[in-house]
Each structure stands twice: as C-alpha cells, then as structure tokens.
C-alpha cells in the first residue's frame, strides 16, 4: 500500500508541474476540433 501511495504522490507532483503544458495542449486540440467543425460546417450547408 505504501508503493502506491508513493506511486501517487509522484505522479501528483508531475501533474502538477506539467498542469500549464497539459492545458495548453488541450486548448491546441480543442481549437483545432472547434475550426474543423466549424469548416465542415460551412462547407457542408
């Protein structure tokens, strides 16, 4: 139980100092989603 609890705390802390990079790859992809759609959508009335 200790080795997962270890386990947790280290991916905890590399959540937390990577958390800025994960959101803007996420605002990457969702932007690109929203203008692939919105391309669609107005290519295809």
Known sequence: MQ???NGYRGL???VSLNADRIFSI???IVGLL????L????VNP
């Open 39 to 42: 391309g669609f959508a107005i």
């Open 12 to 14: 905890s802390l590399l």
């Open 34 to 37: 929203a203008g692939a759609f």
């Open 3 to 5: 080795h997962v609890m």
């Open 26 to 28: 996420g605002t990457v």
